[in-house]
């Protein structure tokens, strides 16, 4: 059978035996009357974990930022993000659609918005502008490499906003790959939003979900949030099975997929007509342009596919390839050989 290597994202992985396990034994009730023990018990220890009052099982990331978004926020307000966040993005403009607000996206280089770039958007309510309502940050920033934004700079902001009564949102898809290469612990870097929103289905392993945590008050009305979107999920213990091991095992090993990236990204360096901006491959995601090789990024990943390496454009000249618990050192460089070959081709 030819390779086939998906370096496409880290939702692409399975879950793993000991997480169908616990699936299949988990103690299960109706989440929606709060009754399922196994959802109880990831809630409470996902609050735990990230040092927050409660937390609120959810089946993705995107629901997770949309709640987050409208339980800090009211209709008619600028939120202010980054230009490549995935909640400007990605989302379906439910910014907009959800939380009645104008995104206000602010250029960071590597994604990493500090409070000198926010402090000119700040506007007071006035009879010709909307007003700012809230912050968005996203750690680690995906489209811009997988990039982390240091804790100073996280407190700094949240500090700042706090002074003038606006709350933060992080969209923490992939905070512990954030938390791995900081050293720190996910609630030292969580300690002063309001609200985080984190996957377990990215690099975790688990087949579904995501957590959104914050102060008890607002979880509660974000559970009354998610059941409007239609994100009540009855016996949803069968996934918060998974999602216990994905929170509490996987974060360990995520050291090794980000000396994955790295090794892809240093041999991408090597071949001609490939730029990689290495200060940007501080994680799992690796971000290269093939401009120089009169490739589109379109077209660089179809070559690629005829290769054996599934991996995503992301921009006109730029793919992204993403490490995983699904793929070994060994394979990331079986793909690098096949990516030197499609490229000379
Ligand atoms: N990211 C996906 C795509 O949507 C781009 C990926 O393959 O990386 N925040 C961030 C930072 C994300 O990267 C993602 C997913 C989400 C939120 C949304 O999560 P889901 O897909 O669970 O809604």
Known sequence: MPQRIDLRSDTVTKPTRAMLEAMATAELGDDVYQEDPTVNRLE????????????????????????????????????????????????????????????????????????????????????????????????????????VTPLEVMDDICARAHALGLPVHLDGARVFHAATYLDVEVARLAREVDTVMFCLSKGLCAPVGSLLAG???????????????????????????AGLIALEEMPKRLGEDHANARLLAEGLLRIDGVSVDMATVQTNIVIFDVAARGLSGAECSQRLARAGVMANAVGASTVRLVTHHDVSQAECAAALGAIEEALRG
Request: glycine share 12%.
């Open 44 to 147: 409470a220890r996902a609050a735990e974990v990230f040092g927050k009052e409660a937390a609120l099982f959810v089946p993705t990331g995107t629901m997770g930022n949309t709640i987050g978004l409208k339980v800090n926020s009211t209709h008619g307000q600028e939120i202010l993000c980054e230009t490549r966040s995935h909640v400007f993005n990605y989302e379906l403009a439910m910014m907009a659609w959800f939380c009645g607000c104008l995104a206000r996206p602010v250029t960071a280089a590597g994604g990493i918005l500090t409070w000198d770039h926010l402090k000119p958007h700040l506007k007071p309510l006035s009879p010709h502008a909307a007003p700012t309502g809230m912050i968005a940050l996203e750690n680690t920033h995906n489209m811009a490499g997988g990039t």
């Open 215 to 241: 102060t008890r008050q607002a979880m509660d009305q974000a559970r009354l949030y998610r059941k409007r979107l239609g994100g009540g999920m009855r016996q949803a213990g069968v996934l918060a099975a």
